[in-house]
Antibody, heavy 120, light 106 residues
């Protein structure tokens, strides 16, 4: 079955760090652009960042709100996507989704999401 | 690029024709997608490139574009369509979403 599964969410203090993982099944993550999207409790969707596919050398883009604090990386051998989150702020509290984006223009497969809570 | 969705909330009955609009602050080459999200669930892709129906999505959903104005239409609202709908532009970084439209039962 083709699916994405996030893990690694939890409670972290302001200023702390956390690494989210996203495991792909039934397809190769390397072939696709992959995004991270988040949703604060009761709020709308916010794009966090993107890593391009192997053909486009896995280059990355980030939202201004996380640039310099978050890094997207891949484990090519294990078909994993990561979101490294540093200097976390209370406003980073959200459900984080990893998303497959074929052709860079349609988000056709979403994980179930993992909740990150930043609180003292 | 900012996307303004309207209305932010609408109340409708089963069988109604529903239209949701999304206006971009500049041209986005029709790289505009629509998603449906139900409470506690991940969003699901309905329409991509403004008007192309994603595989498996019922044909009562359709999308159209006119310049920087985009429209999602549900031709005959079904009980399973009560949800929140979002547009997203994928033309320019940073990618952006509209604020969402919640569709409730009248």
């Amino acid at each position: 079955e083709v699916q994405l599964a996030e893990s690694g969410g939890g409670l972290v203090q302001p200023g702390g760090s956390l690494r989210l993982s996203c495991e792909g099944s039934g397809f190769s993550l390397s072939d696709h652009y992959m995004d991270w999207v988040r949703q604060a409790p009761g709020k709308g969707l916010e794009w966090v960042g993107r890593t391009r596919n192997k053909a486009d050398r896995y280059t990355t883009e980030y939202a201004a709100s996380v640039k310099g604090r978050f890094i997207i990386s891949r484990d090519y051998s294990e078909n994993l996507l990561y979101l490294h989150m540093n200097s976390l702020k209370i406003e980073d509290t959200a459900v984080y989704y990893c998303v497959r984006v074929p052709g860079s223009t349609r988000a056709d497969l979403w994980g179930q999401g993992t909740l990150v809570t930043v609180s003292s | 690029i900012q996307l303004t969705q309207s209305p932010s909330f609408l109340s409708a009955s089963v069988g109604d024709r529903v239209t949701i609009t999304c206006r971009a602050t500049q041209g986005i080459n029709n790289y505009l997608d629509w998603y449906q999200q139900k409470p506690g669930k991940a969003p699901e892709l309905l329409i991509y490139a403004a008007s192309i129906l994603q595989s498996g999505v019922p044909s009562r959903f359709s999308g159209s574009a006119s310049g920087t104005d985009f429209t999602l239409t549900i031709s005959s609202l079904q009980p399973e369509d009560f949800a929140t709908y979002y547009c997203q532009q994928l033309d320019n970084y940073p990618l952006t979403f509209g604020g969402g439209t919640r569709v409730d039962i009248k």
